[in-house]
């Protein structure tokens, strides 16, 4: 088990990882990721390790097409498509299906803004990231990464009963919320 200062570090040197990377068009040394957050490059491994990079020769390797599944009690979280926005830059598109009604739910942003959203409706599902304290200025920003979209909030309403710990947003609010996120991610002083 990790303590709670070891995911907020492992979260925020994860954020670190994603930009320097560019969402892993670019392997970093383990190295100089260390210099950047200011830590000891065995304490950057370390904590990556618990974040599930892979560490091949040195460098930090992030394969965006493979999406680890979560395990009970597994420290390993995937980075969402709004926060690859926000690291990038770059449009996204996000096409799913919604799993409580077979809709196709399209979501088109950048890291600024929506473009559109279809069905109108649609929504975020957002699963907590337990044990993370992430704080901007006075207050406290949950730590959320997106789980599913959903055809709208009702849709979404049997995987919140599922999910007590989760989070149902629009869109918007998500993107919203990422921001705040990132501003607090980005808050620690070494990054």
């Known amino acids: 088990m990790t303590t709670r200062t ?20 670019h392997p970093i040394a383990i190295g100089r990721l260390a210099a950047t957050v200011g830590m000891d490059p065995a304490e950057a491994h370390r904590l990556m390790d618990l974040m599930g990079f892979v560490i091949r ?4 390797v992030m394969d965006r097409g493979s999406r680890p599944a979560e395990r009970a009690g597994s420290d390993r979280y995937r980075v969402d498509l709004f926060l690859l926005a926000v690291a990038t830059g770059e449009p996204v598109h996000a096409d799913a299906v919604c799993p409580a009604t077979g809709a196709r739910v399209r979501v088109h942003f950048t890291r600024e803004r929506v473009l559109s959203v279809d069905p109108p409706h649609a929504v ?7 044990g993370i304290d992430l704080a901007l200025g006075q207050d406290y920003v949950e730590a959320l990464v997106c789980t599913e ?15 007590i710990d989760g989070r149902v947003l629009s869109v918007p609010g998500y993107l919203a919320h990422t921001r705040r996120m990132v501003a607090a991610l980005e808050a620690w002083p070494t990054i």
């Open 149 to 163: 979209f959903f055809a709208s909030q009702e849709a979404a309403s049997g995987w919140l009963l599922e999910n």
């Open 6 to 25: 070891d995911r907020t570090a492992a979260v925020r040197i994860a954020w670190a990882a994603t930009k320097l990377t560019r969402a892993g068009r």
């Open 57 to 60: 020769d040195g460098l930090v």
């Open 124 to 130: 975020v599902a957002a699963s907590r990231l337990p």
